[in-house]
């Protein structure tokens, strides 16, 4: 992933104070939020409608259907969706359900094919989602077929990634969802040119929500991948440019020291820090050396205590022979493993506690910036309200005078204590949402 050279010297020297300091970036507060949204089928009904029928998701990358013809299929939040390249090499997105009798169209996870035969009575769609032909036409009765496509989802394929709203009726608009300064930082990238090498569908027995938190949680590394990564790792240092709803973030290596005495910018990052991206409201990119990690969070449907995890792993360029694949999969198990090992077992004990009467709340500390976010998000979201998102001057680098001058002048109060106050933008604890999320824990 590249990074422009002034974002390069702005990190790096945020991070080396940050090493220095044995400090990260953190926002002004403690967050508590209710155990309950990792349980609650209502609030799931909720996320349905508030979150994936209204925001862009990342659902794919345009590598993972090149050519016309390529199709890939996934159960998604609110539908199970086929995704094409149509022969004018723009993608389409539709329900995966045919408009006779509402059969699944496509089985197959990927493929490509001219057309589509539904398996229950034949009939036949194009990659363009129009309805081309219907079996024994002259018994069936007369049918509109211009009428009769598969339904179209609201999709958009930008900086190479195939974005989707999960409702017909919506329109798209991914440059204004991201906002100016992720919408350049993704065009900077070069992901838009990367290649899916692989992808895995994981089937988890927790949440969405329980999941997303965990890979953008940097709190946990030196514990529960004490063996694992991080080693390799500073601990508990993240470097975070939040905006709006999405943020960028940088967690360094160890072997950044080997650049100590350089001019900041005049190294590139990528083998001294893992950079992410956190796309609102529910993917992330992750980035290597040598591959970025692509991943988004789907609801399972049917029960709330469950989820699906798509992994798409994008390299620079197509592999081009095994050594090359030796590579991406060695990187790949060492992934996989800590995830299946270590961050997936964790979850699944938040998950287990999350039913429990006792466990109310749980807690989010001031230094979990984009697990904060995150719920921020998605406390705005379930309330049905606009948001802008947090602005950047909310995260700090710790407790520095004119950060807290900042503070104290928003909130019209004395920020000489440890705490800082609320501010103005932040989600406040009394909100209509926050109480609609506080009720009752539902029953085990
Ligand atoms: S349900 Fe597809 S042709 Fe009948
Ligand atoms: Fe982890």
New binding site residues.
């Given amino acids: 992933m590249k990074i422009s050279a002034e974002r390069t010297a702005r990190l790096t020297k945020k991070i080396f104070r940050h090493i220095d300091g044995a400090t990260t970036d953190r926002l002004p507060n403690i967050k508590t939020f209710p155990a309950s949204i990792y349980v609650d089928p209502e609030l799931a009904k909720l996320e349905r409608r508030r979150i994936f029928a209204t925001c862009p998701i990342a659902i794919a990358h345009g590598s993972e259907v090149s050519n016309p013809g390529d199709f890939i299929t996934m159960q998604a939040n609110n539908h199970d969706v086929l995704i094409t390249r149509k022969r004018d090499q723009t993608v389409g997105v539709y329900v995966n359900s045919?408009?006779?009798?509402?059969?699944t169209?496509v089985a197959e996870l990927c493929g490509n094919r001219k057309t589509f035969t539904?398996?229950?009575?034949?009939?036949t769609y194009g990659a363009d989602g129009e309805l081309r032909s219907?079996?024994f036409s002259d018994t069936y009765g007369d049918v509109v077929r211009a009428e009769n496509g598969l339904i179209a989802l609201p999709s958009e394929e930008r900086h190479g990634f195939i974005w989707i709203v999960e409702d017909p009726e919506a329109t798209i608009d991914v440059a204004s969802f991201l906002g100016p300064e992720i919408d350049a930082l993704l065009s900077e990238s070069g992901l838009g040119q990367y290649t899916c090498a692989k992808s895995e569908v994981l089937e988890l027995p927790q949440n969405w929500k329980i999941m997303a938190d965990g890979l953008l949680d940097g709190y946990h590394v030196k514990f529960l991948h004490g063996a694992t990564i991080s080693p390799y790792m500073h601990d508990n240092i993240m470097a975070v440019d939040v905006f709006g709803r999405h943020a960028f973030h940088a967690t360094p290596r160890r072997r950044i020291s080997e650049i100590a005495d350089k001019t900041p910018g005049t190294t590139p990052l990528n083998r001294y820090c893992i950079f992410s991206l956190a796309l609102a409201p529910n993917s992330q990119l992750t980035s290597h050396p040598d591959h970025t990690e692509f991943w988004t969070f789907l609801q399972d449907r049917q029960q709330t205590t469950k989820c699906r995890a798509l992994l798409r792993i994008l390299t620079p360029q197509p592999l081009k022979d095994d050594a090359a694949r030796q590579i991406m999969e060695k990187n790949y198990k060492i992934l996989v493993d800590a995830v299946k090992n270590e961050d997936i077992p964790a979850g699944n004990g938040v998950q287990r506690s999350s039913a429990m009467p006792a466990v109310k709340t749980v807690q989010l500390g001031r230094n979990e910036v984009l697990n904060q976010l995150f719920h921020a998000n998605y406390e705005h979201l379930m309330a049905g309200g606009e948001w802008e998102g947090l602005s950047p001057s909310y995260v700090t680098e710790g407790d520095d005078l004119s950060f807290k001058a900042a503070v104290t002048a928003r909130a019209g109060g004395d920020a000489s204590g440890s705490d800082l106050g609320e501010p103005s933008d932040q989600p406040a604890a009394s909100s209509p949402l926050s109480s609609q999320l506080n009720r009752d824990h539902p029953a085990a």
């Fill in positions: 045919c408009r006779h009798r509402g059969a169209l539904c398996p229950y009575h034949g009939w219907i079996s």
